[in-house]
């Protein structure tokens, strides 16, 4: 072995300490940041209070897989809703107008009470000075098998949004 110096040997000590005191301070600095980290992430704030994060996360999916079902199931419902919708008589018109020369106030009428499809009935009521009459005809597809008047053509039309001919 070789004879070391003895100021040598004192310098090479001091480095190796202060060596050692950083990588002891950085693995302090470390550990607390650490301890941090591990405190934040295994307490998170549940509904019952204070949980870990396997159990937020195991909840979160529970969670979800409920909002699922619960969205499927309501899909399900407004699916046979619009299929009850599509039967009901929802498209409405009127047309009023004056059935005979000699009167005035568009006192006659006609109403188209239809479904999705088209298929419901127009009610007609023609009133004069003296006598009312009504009449009531069916209608498959916005279409009727009687003849129709050109206020009940007009109502029907309405009815299903289609454009009128002045």
């Not at 301890?35 to 396997?54: K, T």
């Not at 979800?64 to 619009?82: F, M, P, W």
């Not at 919708?85 to 568009?106: E, I, K, Q």
């Amino acid at each position: 072995m070789l004879p070391l110096h003895r100021p040598l040997l004192d310098e090479i000590t001091l480095g190796a300490s202060g060596v050692a005191v950083l990588g002891l301070i950085s693995g302090v600095m470390a550990n607390l940041r650490i301890r941090r980290l591990r405190r934040g992430l295994s307490v998170l704030e549940g509904p019952n209070g204070p949980e870990g994060v396997l159990e937020a996360m195991t909840r979160g999916v529970a969670e979800t897989q409920a909002l699922r079902t619960e969205l499927a199931r309501a899909k399900s419902d407004l699916d046979i809703a619009r299929g009850q919708l599509a039967d009901a008589l929802r498209h409405v018109a009127v047309v009023r107008y004056d059935a005979f020369g000699d009167m005035g106030g568009r006192m006659s009428f006609t109403a188209a009470l239809l479904d999705d499809s088209g298929d419901g009935l127009v009610i007609t009521s023609i009133n004069g000075r003296t006598e009312a009459r009504a009449y009531a005809k069916g209608v498959r597809e916005g279409h009727s098998d009687q003849v129709l008047s050109p206020e009940e053509t007009q109502a029907i039309a309405l009815a299903l949004g289609r454009k009128v001919k002045a």
